[in-house]
């Protein structure tokens, strides 16, 4: 997109010009020259990235031809070329747009940038380089660099958006041939004094940074580029038609280290020789592409078995937000996610995940949806805790997936009487429950001829049961020939890993009911042939058993008592017989 038209800077009648090679009263800030480096490589550049060695071709560094830059293409020489309409004041939040044509030295054709972070330093760096429709050694040029997305009235999808506060403005100057570069930066600002002094704010505030070689460098192009090192227009350009440039947006004040800042639309705007900032804009070229030294973070939460949404699992993490802000601990449920916005790119950042006790086991972390580079990554399912490096643009994305445990019990029987195992007495039932959602109840079917699943008969064994968990065990019914266990709320505790095959409960997670045998007794009474004797009802004092007055078959009385228990100690019953 292309254009034509004058944007100046008016003080009454007098426009206002930066004077280059001397002071100016009207600056905040003295104006520098700009040296570039001798390495061609703008220090701290995390790729070694040749910005101003004037071509797109790889030395000691990498150029062009080495990165993933983003293009944009324009129109050449066209009279239908966007512009911001002449005549209006620079100090326009959102200036219009129309078509003109454009003096081929200042008519982009391409555009492109590349932008990176050191992740030790934290510093971000922007690279740029312009195709120009004609060689034009002395170039001037700006990037204007805005933090909102929001159209300006009229525009297109992908056209021009607000200028808001905190918005910047690179102005660059090609001087002496493209071989001396001068930067200065500028502020949109809402209130306080106008670079233009007349004008009312909001504004390009009257705060100027020059940059010097620490900060910025650039070169025009000394020499023709051919096709075959022309990655941006794929054409052979004369002597001065490509110029690049390096620029450390921390140290020019843009994006600082330790803070987090996003510029999604970027206008590049040529500018006719003299003076980057108050000379007339010409051409045009919108780039919808973030710049930012922010990155993010999206941590998920999954169990198997899936759905338990009960179970709360907690997160820490050293990751800092904009402005240098630690986020501070969560917790996930199954099905849930985390997402961390505005990470301040840099090493040695963590996600941990809580200890989640024995009823969990984290199983592993899957970082494979992430952007950031797999190198960069490591992850530990020992210490819970995924540890990276997270460049501007990236997003780390990690499912933290955590299996329950489960544990089994195991619940014997034996008699009061002789110690043993109730080996072949079908029919008792047992109750557990963990007081937190855990419970059920068994039935103890096995015999000697048909055991259950367990090892031994005279137990049941129940498995499935939540790892860790202690559980609280009554016998509810007694088997079979036995009566009711002398014990009631045993306490066995469910062991990660047992179960009810060749992993058996331990100590911790066995329980032992003993139960009495249960007896028959009959009293019975007859006359001993002398025909004087005779009872109409024999009593007992035993209360244990059930009894029947019925007369067993050739006695005159019989007092029968049922399921009588018979414990280790010496059992008595008095029965008395009414004559």
């Known amino acids: 997109m292309h254009g034509r038209g004058r944007f100046q800077f008016r003080r009454g009648s007098v426009r206002r010009r930066w004077i280059f090679g001397g002071t100016s009263a009207l600056l905040a800030s003295a104006v520098l020259f700009f040296v570039a480096s001798a390495s061609g490589i703008l220090g701290g550049s995390p790729s070694n990235f040749e910005s101003n060695d004037g071509n797109m071709v790889a030395g000691a560094g990498n150029d062009w031809k080495s990165v993933n830059f983003t293009n944009v293409a324009d129109v050449a020489s ?145 020499a023709a580029i051919t096709a075959a090192n022309n990655p941006l227009t794929n054409r052979n350009l004369a002597a001065g038609q490509f110029a690049e440039f390096g620029v450390n947006l921390a140290t020019a004040g843009i994006i600082p280290s330790g803070q987090c800042k996003s510029f999604p639309q970027t206008i590049w705007e040529s500018r006719s020789s003299g003076s980057s900032f108050v000379s007339s804009t010409k051409d045009i070229s919108i780039e919808n592409r973030t710049i930012s030294n922010c990155g993010t973070v999206i941590i998920r939460k999954v169990t198997d078995p899936a759905g338990d949404t009960a179970t709360s699992f907690g997160y820490t993490t050293n990751v800092t937000t904009a402005p240098a802000t630690t986020t501070s601990p969560f917790s996930l449920k199954d099905g849930q996610s985390n997402t961390i916005q505005n990470v301040v790119a840099g090493s040695s950042k963590t996600v941990t995940e809580d200890d989640p006790g024995t009823a969990y086991k984290l199983d ?98 129940v498995s499935g049961l939540v790892a860790g968990s202690t559980y609280t065990v009554n016998e509810t019914s007694a088997p079979s020939g036995y009566g009711g266990a002398a014990q009631t709320d045993l306490k066995a505790t469910a062991v990660a890993g047992t179960d009810c095959g060749t992993n058996l409960p331990s100590t911790s997670g066995t329980v032992t009911f003993k139960n009495p045998p249960l007896s028959d007794i009959q009293v019975n009474f007859k006359d001993g042939g002398s025909g004087e004797t005779s009872a109409t009802s024999i009593t007992c004092d035993n209360t244990t058993g059930t009894g029947s007055n019925t007369a067993a078959t050739g006695w005159d009385a019989s007092r029968t008592i049922t399921g009588v228990k018979v414990d280790p100690s010496p059992t008595t019953i008095t029965c008395t017989i009414d004559p």
């Open 78 to 222: 066209s009279n239908s070329d966007n512009s911001f309409t002449p005549g209006q004041k620079q100090d326009t939040t959102c200036p219009t747009v129309e078509g003109h044509g454009n003096p081929p030295k200042d008519d982009f054709t391409d555009v492109a940038s590349y932008s990176e972070t050191n992740t030790t330093s934290g510093d971000t760096y922007l690279y740029g380089a312009t195709v120009r429709y004609a060689a034009n050694g002395n170039a001037s040029e700006n990037i204007e660099l805005k933090q909102s997305s929001v159209l300006c009235p009229g525009q297109p999808a992908g056209g021009v958006t607000v200028r808001t506060a905190g918005d910047k403005l690179i102005a660059i100057d090609y001087l002496n041939g493209g071989t001396s570069v001068q930067f200065h930066v500028l502020t949109w600002v809402t209130s306080g004094a106008c670079f233009v002094a007349n004008d009312p704010a909001p504004c390009w505030g009257a705060t100027v940074l020059t940059l010097n070689a620490a900060g910025a460098e650039g070169l025009a192009s000394q």
């Open 364 to 461: 592993s972390i899957d970082c494979s949806a992430s952007t950031v580079p797999s190198a960069s990554i490591s992850t530990d399912t020992t210490s819970r805790a995924v540890t990276f490096a997270i460049g501007a643009g990236e997003t780390l994305d990690c499912t933290f997936t955590n299996k329950k445990q489960f544990g089994a019990i195991l619940i014997k029987k034996a008699s009061t009487k002789s110690g043993n195992p109730l080996v072949s007495n079908a029919g008792a039932v047992f109750s557990y429950d963990n007081g937190a959602g855990s419970s059920g109840s068994v039935t103890d079917d096995e015999t000697a001829a048909a055991p259950d699943e367990d090892a031994d008969v005279g137990e049941v064994c």
